[in-house]
C-alpha cells in the first residue's frame, strides 16, 4: 500500500515540478534575450523607498531580499515586521523592500492571470514556483544571467531610491532563506554598476557558496542552531563543504570576511524561526548592531547629494 502511495506522489508531484523548473528557466532566458523588458517603477502610490528623507544622505542603504513566500512588490505579514522595524528604529537607513528576486522578468507572481487563481486554490505552488528560482539562480548554466537579471534590477531601484554612483554610501543586501541566493550573486553585477560598498546580511541563508564574494566588503551570517533548511542548504551544495577550499564561500571565509553570528535552538520557520514572536525583536537587535557597525552615525558624505525623486503623478 505504501508503494502505491509513493507511486502515485511522484507521479503527482512530478509534472509540477518539471513544470516549475521550465518555466523557471524559460523567465531568465526571456530576460536575457530581451523578449520582455522588465518594468523599472513599482505599482502606483508605492514610495521607492521608506526611511531617511530626501532633506540629507542616508547613512546606508537596506534592500530585503525576501525568502520565497515573496510573491507580490509589497512585504510579506512576517517579513514586513523586520523591515518596518529598520525603518523605524534606524531612520538614517534607506531602505528597499519591494525587489522581486525570484522573477528577473519583474513581475509580481501573485498578479499573474493563472496565478490568481492558484494563489487561492494552490497557494503552495506559489513556494514551489519561488524554490525552483533559487535552484535556477544556483545551476552554474544561468547563474551568471540571474545574477546580472537581479543585478540589473537591484541597481535600478537603488537609483529610484536616491543613489548615486561613487557616493560612497554603504548598500546592505540583507537576504533571508532563499533570498541568500540571489543577495550574494548581486554582489558584484551591483559593485560594477554602482562602485558601491557592497555588504551582506543572510539571515538562514540557503545559497550554493558559488557566487563571486571578492567584492563584498563583509558578510554577516544570522543562524540558528535548530535551522534544517539553512543546513540542506550546506549539505547538498558542494561548494559550501569545507573540502572546497577553491570556492568562492570558503575563499571569503578564509579572507575573513564572514562573521557568523549562531543563536542557540533558533529555527528556519516556526514558533521558534527567526521571524517568529519569540525571536523576531532578537533578530532586529542583531540586524540593526550590524548595520550599525558598517557605517558610523554621522554617515559618509557622498560626492554627489543623494536625494529621493518623487514618484509621478498619474
Known amino acids: 500500500m505504501t508503494d502505491v502511495l509513493v507511486t502515485l506522489l511522484l507521479f503527482a508531484v512530478g509534472p509540477v515540478l518539471l513544470a516549475e523548473a521550465l518555466l523557471a528557466r524559460y523567465e531568465v532566458l526571456a530576460y536575457q534575450a530581451g523578449w520582455h523588458r522588465p518594468p523599472i517603477a513599482g505599482p502606483d502610490g508605492m514610495a521607492y523607498a521608506r526611511g531617511a528623507g530626501p532633506d540629507r544622505p542616508p547613512t546606508a542603504y537596506l534592500v530585503y531580499l525576501d525568502g520565497i513566500g515573496k510573491r507580490r512588490f509589497r512585504d510579506s505579514r512576517d517579513s514586513g515586521r523586520l523591515v518596518q522595524a529598520v525603518v523605524d528604529r534606524a531612520p538614517g537607513v534607506r531602505v528597499l523592500g519591494q525587489v ?38 544556483a545551476d552554474r548554466r544561468y547563474r551568471p544571467m540571474y545574477n546580472h537579471a537581479v543585478g540589473d534590477q537591484i541597481a535600478a531601484q537603488l537609483r529610484l531610491a536616491g543613489y548615486r554612483e561613487d557616493s560612497g554610501i554603504p548598500v546592505v543586501l540583507a537576504g533571508y532563506s532563499g533570498g541568500a541566493q540571489l543577495a550574494t550573486g548581486a554582489v558584484t553585477p551591483l559593485h560594477n554598476r554602482l562602485r558601491a560598498p557592497i555588504h551582506v546580511i543572510l539571515l538562514g541563508g540557503f545559497h550554493s557558496g558559488t557566487n563571486d564574494l571578492s567584492q563584498v566588503a563583509r558578510v554577516d551570517r544570522i543562524t540558528g542552531s535548530g535551522d534544517r533548511v539553512e543546513r540542506v542548504g550546506s549539505w547538498i551544495f558542494p561548494r559550501r563543504w569545507p573540502v572546497w577550499r577553491r570556492s568562492a564561500w570558503n575563499r571569503a571565509r578564509r579572507a575573513g570576511l564572514v562573521t557568523d553570528h549562531r543563536f542557540a535552538g533558533w529555527t528556519h520557520v516556526g514558533p521558534r524561526g527567526y521571524l517568529s514572536d519569540a525571536h523576531l525583536e532578537s533578530t532586529i537587535t542583531e540586524v540593526l548592531a550590524i548595520i550599525g557597525a558598517i557605517t558610523p552615525p554621522s554617515g559618509p558624505v557622498p560626492t554627489v547629494p543623494a536625494t529621493v525623486p518623487e514618484r509621478p503623478r498619474s
Open 100 to 137: 522581486l528576486p525570484y522573477s528577473p522578468m519583474v513581475s509580481p507572481l501573485a498578479e499573474r492571470p493563472g496565478w490568481r487563481w492558484l494563489r487561492r486554490h494552490a497557494g503552495v505552488l506559489l513556494f514551489v514556483h519561488n524554490a525552483m528560482q533559487v535552484f535556477i539562480a
